[in-house]
C-alpha cells in the first residue's frame, strides 16, 4: 500500500453523502458573547482540569480558571469576562453530569483580555515553547481534545521523522477544518512550522480530501519555500481522516494494533488544532474559542462561527437563528460519530467540532431486521474486522471473544452500522462491550 | 424556538442507502424478465406453476413465520426461484408442496431469514427430486397454441397425472449425457430448448444479474468464479478429448448453470461473508458442477454442487477471515 504519489486512498470504509454544501462557502464569523458561560473541567483526554477560582470571583477573559492536574492534562480558561455564578456539576456533552465553572457574562463588556507579554516563538527552546502551549491550554480540535503538549513530547526511543497534518474533515456535514485551511492558511503553515521546531523534524504532509479543492489550493499555494512540506490530495472516503487511515495512504506504514503513530515515526495533528498553536503565539490568548460548524437542514441559518468555549448549546443555535419546526436530533461533532444532545444546556467544548441538527428524514431508519450475512459490514471495516461475528458475539454479551477477535482495535467509526442493510447497531454495541469489558478488567 | 422533543440515539446518526427489503424486493424485481421469458416460451403454466411454488413459500411463511417477515420479500423470493427451477408440466400441487418445504424446513426450522444453511429454494427443488422424480424430469418442449398448458398442471394431488399430449423431450444436457448428442450454443443462449423455466435463456438471467451486481445487491465475485472454473475445467477437458467432453460454452450456458450461479449460488445468507470466501466458494460449486456432469449419474449438478458447498460456507468462513490492521493475526472464529 505504500504510495508516494499515485491513487490515494484508504481500503474499506464507506461513502455517506458528504453534505457540506450548506457551509463549505459561508465566510467563517464571530458570534456575540451568550449572558452565560459553563465551562466543564473535563473537556480534554486524561485528568479533568482543578478548579482555582471561588463562586463570587470576577475574571476576565482569557484567565485561567482551572490548572492541569499532572502531565496529560490540559487548563481551563475563561471565554469571557465576568463573575463566577456557581461551581457545580453541569450537563456534559458526554450524556453524564461533569463539575463546571459558571460565568455570567458581564454585559455590555468590551470583553478585552488583559494586556498580555507575547513571546516571539522564534527566540525559545522546543521546551519553552512546549511549556507555553501546554499553559494556553491546548488541545487537539478534531474532536478527542488530546493535550497537544503530550504530543509534542514524544519518548526519546520513538523518533519522529513526518508530520501528518490532517485537513481530512471526512465526516459529512462539517467545514471547520475546511473554512479553516481556506481563511487562515498562513496560520496554519505557522502552526506546522512551530511544531516542526519542538519535534525536530523536516518533513510534513498535508493530506486534504480531493472535495475540498479551495482549501487543497490556498494550503498549496502558501507552503513556506523553506519548508519540506508536501501537500497531497486523498480520495474522498470515510473514514480517511482516522490518523492510522491516513498515515497508510500517506506514507504506507500501518501503525500496529495497539499501538500509536509515533510508533512508525509519525504525528499525526489537525489543522485547526496547528492553526490554534499559531494563535497562542501571535495573540498571547490561551484556547478560549474556537470555530465550530452549525449545520444541518434542521437549523435555519447554517453558519461556521468563533465560538467561545462554554457557549451552551441553546445559545449557539439562537445566534443561527433557531432551529425548524422538524428538527429532531442533534449532534455535537459530526454524524458519524458525534453524540446526540439530550438537553440544550450542554455547553461547547474545545473538542466540540460542530453541531448537526438533523430532521427526521435525515435520521436513519428505526427498522432492523435479522442479519442476512451479506458481508457488506467486512467490506467497509478499515480496521479489517468482522463485524457480522462480533454483533453476533455482542448480542449474547460473550465479551471475552469479541476482545480475542480484535474487538480493541474498533475505533467506532460506525462505518459497520452505516453499511448494514438490516440497520443492526453494531458499533453502538461494540461501545457497549469496550466498556464493560474496561469495566471488568478495572475490578 | 426550542424543540419540544429531541431524538438520543447511538452514533452513526446516518444510515446508508439499502436496507434489507429493498435488497430482496430488487431481487424479485429482477426476476420480472426471467419470468417473461419462462412464459414465452412455456405459456400460462410457466406463471401457474410459479405461482404455485411462491403461494407454498409465502403462505408457510405467512402461518409460522415470525409477523410481519413476509414484507423482507424474502419468501416471495424463495418461491419464485423454486418455481423457475421446475419443468412447465409439473402439477401445481407438487410446486405447492416444494414452496411450503423450501421455506419451512429449507428456513423456518433453522429460525426464519438469516439462520438457515442450505438455499431454501434448491433444498425444496431436492425434496421434489426425491419425492416425485418422474414428474420433475418430464420436459415438455413446444405446443400447438401457446396459450396450451404444457402438461397436467392441474392434477388432482396425490393422484397419478394424466398422460396429456403435449410434446416432451430431453434437455440439452440429458442429450448429451445419455444420446451423445449435441445442442447449438445460440439455441441455450435464446433459450429455444427443453428444460425448467429458468433454465431457458441464459442472456437473460446474465443481463439481470449484471443489474444486481450493479447495485451490489449480489456478489460478483460468486458468479465469476464459477463461471471461470466451468469454462477452465470443461476447456482443457475438452481439449484432452472432443469426442467425450463438450466445450466450454456448452458447459456455461445449459442447464441452471445461469439461474444458479446467479440467483441461487449468490443468496447472502447461504454464501460466504469474506470476498477471499466467495472465489473459494464458486471454484466449489464450479468444480462440482463439471464433476456431476461429465461423470456423475445425473445429467445436472448445479444443484447439488450449490447445496454441498452451502453446507461447507462455515469452513470456508473460518479459513478465509481477514488479517486485521496492524497484525499479523487473523480472527480466531469461535
Known amino acids: ?113 488583559r494586556p498580555r507579554l507575547v513571546p516571539d516563538w522564534r527566540g525559545l527552546s522546543p521546551e519553552q515553547i512546549i511549556q507555553a502551549i501546554q499553559d494556553a491550554g491546548v488541545v487537539g480540535l478534531g474532536g478527542a481534545a488530546f493535550p497537544t503538549h503530550v504530543k509534542l513530547s514524544p519518548p526519546k526511543e520513538k523518533p519522529i521523522d513526518t508530520i501528518v497534518l490532517n485537513g481530512c474533515e471526512c465526516e459529512p456535514y462539517l467545514t471547520t477544518d475546511h473554512r479553516t485551511m481556506v481563511e487562515y492558511p498562513e496560520r496554519v503553515h505557522l502552526g506546522l512550522r512551530i511544531m516542526m521546531r519542538c519535534i525536530g523534524v523536516t518533513r510534513a504532509i498535508v493530506g486534504i480530501e480531493r472535495n475540498k479543492p479551495d482549501a487543497i489550493a490556498a494550503i498549496t499555494a502558501t507552503v513556506p519555500g523553506d519548508l519540506d512540506v508536501t501537500v497531497q490530495p486523498v480520495t474522498v472516503k470515510y473514514p480517511q481522516g482516522a490518523e492510522k487511515m491516513l498515515i497508510d495512504t500517506l ?62 448549546l441553546r445559545d449557539l443555535l439562537n445566534a443561527c437563528g433557531g432551529v425548524t419546526e422538524d428538527a429532531y436530533e442533534i449532534v455535537f461533532g459530526g454524524p458519524m460519530m458525534g453524540t446526540a444532545q439530550a438537553n440544550l444546556d450542554v455547553p461547547l467544548l474545545k473538542g466540540t467540532t460542530g453541531v448537526v441538527v438533523l430532521t427526521e428524514a435525515d435520521c436513519k431508519s428505526k427498522d432492523t431486521h435479522p442479519c442476512i450475512r451479506c458481508g457488506h459490514c467486512l467490506d467497509a471495516c478499515p480496521v479489517f474486522l468482522n463485524p457480522q461475528l462480533l454483533g453476533r458475539l455482542a448480542m449474547v454479551a460473550r465479551y471475552e471473544e469479541m476482545e480475542a477477535n480484535h474487538l480493541m482495535d474498533c475505533m467506532l467509526c460506525g462505518c459497520c452500522s452505516f453499511a448494514c442493510p438490516s440497520n443492526i447497531p453494531l458499533s453502538q454495541l461494540f461501545a457497549l462491550a469496550k466498556n464493560a469489558l474496561r469495566t471488568r478488567q478495572a475490578a | 424556538m426550542t424543540p419540544a422533543r429531541l431524538l438520543v440515539t447511538a452514533s452513526p446518526h446516518l444510515g446508508g442507502a439499502d436496507s434489507t427489503p429493498t435488497i430482496m424486493w430488487s431481487v424479485v424485481g429482477s426476476l420480472v424478465p ?177 443489474y444486481l451486481a450493479a447495485r451490489k445487491h449480489l456478489n460478483w465475485r460468486i458468479p465469476a468464479s464459477i463461471f471461470a472454473t466451468v469454462a477452465v475445467l470443461s476447456g482443457s477437458l475438452h481439449l484432452l478429448d472432443a469426442a467425450r467432453y463438450p466445450g466450454a460454452m456448452f458447459m456455461l450456458f445449459s442447464g441452471g448453470l445461469m439461474l444458479g450461479a446467479i440467483y441461487m449460488a449468490t443468496d447472502m445468507v447461504t454464501s460466504p461473508v469474506t470476498n477471499k470466501g466467495c472465489w473459494v466458494f464458486g471454484f466449489g460449486i464450479g468444480f462440482l458442477v463439471v464433476v456431476i456432469r461429465l461423470w456423475g449419474g445425473l445429467a445436472e449438478g448445479v444443484m447439488y454442487g450449490i447445496l454441498l458447498m452451502n453446507a461447507l460456507v462455515p469452513f470456508i468462513n473460518r479459513a478465509t477471515q481477514p488479517r486485521v490492521f496492524g497484525t499479523d493475526t487473523k480472527q480466531v472464529v469461535t
Open chain 1, 251 to 312: 506514507l504506507g506504514r500501518r501503525v500496529p494494533s495497539g499501538k500509536l503513530p509515533m510508533d512508525v515515526g509519525v504525528i499525526v495533528q489537525n489543522v485547526a488544532s496547528v492553526a490554534t498553536i499559531a494563535e497562542v503565539f501571535e495573540s498571547g490568548l490561551p484556547l478560549i474559542e474556537r470555530i465550530v460548524t452549525v449545520t444541518g437542514r434542521g437549523v435555519k441559518n447554517p453558519a461556521n462561527l468563533i465560538v467561545p468555549v462554554g457557549t451552551k
Open chain 2, 34 to 210: 426471467v419470468v417473461a421469458v419462462a412464459t414465452y416460451y412455456f405459456g400460462p403454466s410457466a406463471l401457474l406453476v410459479i405461482a404455485a411454488a411462491s403461494a407454498g413459500g409465502v403462505l408457510t411463511e405467512t402461518w409460522f413465520g415470525p409477523k410481519g417477515a413476509l414484507r423482507d420479500g424474502s419468501a416471495a423470493i424463495t418461491g419464485i426461484l423454486l418455481g423457475l427451477t421446475l419443468p412447465a408440466g409439473l402439477p401445481l400441487w407438487m410446486a405447492f408442496v416444494g414452496g411450503v418445504f423450501g421455506i419451512g424446513f429449507g428456513k423456518l426450522v433453522f429460525g426464519g431469514l438469516g439462520q438457515n444453511i442450505f438455499n431454501p429454494a434448491l433444498l425444496g427443488r431436492a425434496f421434489l427430486q426425491s419425492a416425485f422424480p418422474v414428474a420433475m424430469t418430464t420436459w415438455p418442449t413446444a405446443a400447438p397454441h401457446w396459450s396450451d398448458l404444457r402438461g397436467d398442471n392441474l392434477a388432482i394431488p396425490l393422484m397419478s397425472p394424466e398422460v396429456v399430449d403435449a410434446m416432451t423431450g430431453a434437455t440439452p444436457l440429458g442429450l448429451m449425457k445419455f444420446e451423445q448428442i449435441g445442442t447449438q450454443v445460440s439455441a441455450l443462449i435464446m433459450g429455444s430448448v427443453g428444460g425448467s423455466l429458468g433454465e431457458t435463456s441464459a442472456l437473460v438471467v446474465l443481463g439481470c444479474g449484471a
Open chain 1, 1 to 113: 500500500m505504500a504510495r508516494a504519489s499515485g491513487a490515494v486512498q484508504l481500503a474499506g470504509g464507506v461513502h455517506p453523502p458528504e453534505l457540506k454544501a450548506l457551509t463549505e462557502a459561508v465566510q467563517i464569523r464571530r458570534m456575540p458573547f451568550p449572558d452565560e458561560i459553563v465551562l466543564p473541567l473535563r473537556q480534554h483526554a486524561g485528568k479533568p482540569a482543578m478548579v482555582i477560582v471561588r463562586k463570587g470571583n470576577r475574571v476576565e477573559r482569557g484567565d485561567k480558571i482551572a490548572e492541569a492536574d499532572g502531565f496529560v492534562s490540559s487548563p481551563i480558561h475563561a471565554s469571557a469576562s465576568g463573575t463566577i455564578t456557581d461551581i457545580s456539576l453541569w450537563p456534559h456533552p458526554d450524556g453524564s453530569y461533569a463539575e463546571a465553572v459558571r460565568i455570567a457574562v458581564e454585559p455590555f463588556s468590551a470583553q478585552a483580555a
